[in-house]
Structures are given as C-alpha cells and as structure tokens.
C-alpha cells in the first residue's frame, strides 16, 4: 500500500484516481505488487491507510527521496494523460489529414 500511495503523490492522484489507476494501469499494479487476479484497494481503504499512517508515510517519502537522490536520479512529479481516439501525427500526414507548411 505505501506503494501506492507513493504513487498517489508522485502523479498527484485524488484516492478516487488511485483506485482507478490501480485497476486500469498493468505498470502500478506491477510497481505496488498486486496480482491481476487480486482486489485492489478502493478509495475508502486508501483514505485509512493515508490517514492511519500520518506522519510516518511523509517521512517515507522524504526518505525515498534522499535515497533516489544520492545516485543523482531526479523525481519529478508526473501528469497521466489518457490518448482516446488519437492517431499519431504521422499516420494523419500519409491520410492526408495533416498540412505543414514543407511537409
């Protein structure tokens, strides 16, 4: 679960975007350690965790960071953007749907 909640910081996710990232992204049920086949937590259950770990999860992730840092690795908070009906640029180019000027 801290798993996860480090990635709830990381992407800055409400407990609701959590849930549903948890249920809907190969790559953090991977990172956090839930089978395909296991439940995965809900809103309400990663609300109790937060709140019960209190200060001790902010201390963790201060930790991580340190470690992460002292190889000189840089985290950065990230942004989830979902691509529904996106095409590639250059597959629109060879449909003709795409003009640049040069192009």
Do not use: N
């Not at 809907?24 to 709140?51: N, Q, V």
């Not at 991580?64 to 989830?80: E, F, K, S």
């Amino acid at each position: 679960m801290l798993k996860a909640l480090y990635l709830q910081a990381l992407y800055d996710l409400s407990d609701p975007a959590l849930e549903e990232a948890l249920l809907d992204r190969l790559s953090f049920r991977h990172f956090c350690g839930f089978a395909l086949d296991a439940p995965t937590p809900d809103e309400t259950t990663i609300w109790r965790f937060r709140k019960q770990a209190g200060d001790l999860l902010t201390a963790a992730f201060e930790e991580i960071g340190r470690q992460l840092a002292a190889p000189g690795l840089v985290v950065r908070a990230g942004t989830m953007i979902r691509e529904y009906g996106c095409r590639p640029a250059d597959l629109r180019r060879r449909e003709g749907g795409l003009r640049r000027p040069g192009l």
